[in-house]
């Protein structure tokens, strides 16, 4: 098992908003019925080998703008001492003040604080202390199991889209300029030159997809967020009606006439 090369074919495909007549989604099916998972303490090597623990939390996370760095505070006011590994050290310096959870980056973006290497968020492998009864992984997640709300209420944007990518283009088409929001994998490449500094990483890892439903219904709730719910209606008839078709493709032997995600076909094998 290993992690694909990249620049593999991909199927896309692309439709108009339901809601807005010059707006376009343009989404990698390839990816999305792929059986990726995140295997995050089941398998995880980590994005850097000397950090096998932390998944892809090392760094911290950039905010996207000021609400999501608000919506992320907001959550973090209702972790106890009992759930988060670095509490104390998030408590405000002065009574009333804001929780110290967040830093700025060496071009002065805004982004979770790290602590000892790693996201303040992120509570770490056979921590122990007294009254502390947490696990380990990010914090903010575990929040959202406990409240039974899902973690794209709690954790940070960039934290709950990955590994999907969204991004946006312009296209022109005679005079009309139309707006086109583009789905896909958030691959090693999507990182800039930061991504070959990753020793491992999952996206297109075999180790990774070994999920028991493909992306687009395992992540429905992101997708949702990311793109609305009637555009997601769309995507999903066709991600079912390609799901339908690698399945007969399969089960007939026929020649192959949509493109799986390799790292999902060699699970296969």
């Known amino acids: 098992m290993s992690e694909m090369k990249p620049g593999f074919a991909r199927d896309w495909i692309?439709?108009?908003?339901?809601?807005?007549?010059?707006?376009?989604?343009?989404c990698d099916l390839t990816w999305l019925t792929s059986f990726w998972t995140c295997i995050y303490g089941n398998g995880c090597k980590g994005v850097f080998a000397d950090r096998p623990n932390d998944g892809c939390c090392t760094e911290g996370a950039m905010y996207s703008d000021e609400n999501d760095e608000a919506r992320v505070l907001k959550a973090a006011q209702d972790l106890t001492p009992e759930m988060w590994q670095f509490f104390e050290q998030a408590q405000p310096k002065r009574p009333g003040g804001k929780l110290n959870i967040s830093d700025k980056d060496s071009d002065g973006d805004r982004k979770t604080k790290t602590i000892n290497d790693s996201c303040i968020f992120l509570n770490?492998?056979?921590?122990e202390a007294p009254g502390y009864t947490g696990s380990f992984g990010c914090v903010l997640h575990h929040l959202a199991e406990k409240e039974n709300r899902h973690f794209v209420d709690t954790k940070p944007d960039v934290c709950w889209q990955l590994p999907l990518r969204r991004s946006f283009?312009?296209?022109?088409?005679?005079?009309?300029?139309?707006s086109v929001t583009v789905i896909g994998e958030y691959e090693r490449l999507a990182w800039g030159d930061g991504g070959d500094d990753f020793d491992w990483y999952c996206t297109?890892?075999?180790?990774?997809?070994?999920g028991s439903e493909p992306v687009y219904i395992s992540n429905r709730t992101e997708l949702i967020a990311l793109m609305g719910q009637?555009?997601?209606?769309?995507?999903?008839?066709?991600?079912?009606?390609?799901v339908r078709a690698i399945k007969e493709v399969d089960?007939?032997?026929?020649p192959l006439f949509v493109i799986q995600h390799p790292a999902t076909l060699a699970n296969k094998k």
């Open 14 to 26: 692309e439709f108009t908003d339901p809601n807005d007549a010059e707006e376009i989604f343009k």
């Open 124 to 127: 770490r492998k056979g921590y």
């Open 169 to 178: 283009e312009v296209r022109e088409v005679g005079e009309r300029e139309y």
């Open 204 to 210: 297109s890892n075999t180790d990774a997809h070994v």
């Open 230 to 242: 009637d555009a997601y209606n769309i995507l999903a008839k066709h991600c079912d009606d390609r």
């Open 251 to 254: 089960a007939r032997k026929l």
